[in-house]
């Protein structure tokens, strides 16, 4: 009797990842729990939380992950990667602000050396008269 019963539970296992096929999007996370069970990471951020499914198959490492805003599903799929790397990005901000600051320098520059309102009302920055003389003999 008791291998009939462990011959039916071991038949009717599934490996995780055809498990993992049955998760959709839409899904509520009571109902990703019943199909996967409890995730092996999980991540809050900004109200919306990453579960992520860890399978070990023969000789590979398979990773996989649930995406939930309010409480569905939004994303089933492979670990999500952005496509610039958190490395890559500070490097382009950096290089952008950099610029940007050279940028702000050359105009600090350019209003230093430009007249001030006063200069420009007395004409104290122009000359407006220069006189020739003859040199007395």
């Known amino acids: 009797m008791f291998a009939i019963c462990s011959a039916l539970v071991m038949g009717c296992q599934m490996s995780p990842s055809k498990q993992f096929n049955k998760v959709s999007v839409g899904m509520e996370k009571d109902q990703v729990l019943e199909i996967m069970g409890s995730p092996q990471q999980t991540l809050r951020r900004s109200g919306a939380d990453r579960w992520t499914y860890v399978f070990y198959n023969t000789e590979t490492q398979e990773s996989r992950q649930v995406h939930f805003s309010e ?44 007249p001030t309102y006063e200069e420009t009302v007395k004409g104290t920055h122009e000359i407006r008269y220069a006189p020739s003389f003859v040199p007395v003999q």
């Open 71 to 114: 409480g569905k599903a939004i994303y089933v799929g492979e670990v999500y990667k952005p496509e610039v790397s958190a490395e890559d990005q500070d490097t382009m901000n950096a290089q952008s602000n950099a610029a940007l600051e050279a940028q702000w320098q050359q105009e600090r520059i350019k209003r230093a050396k430009a």
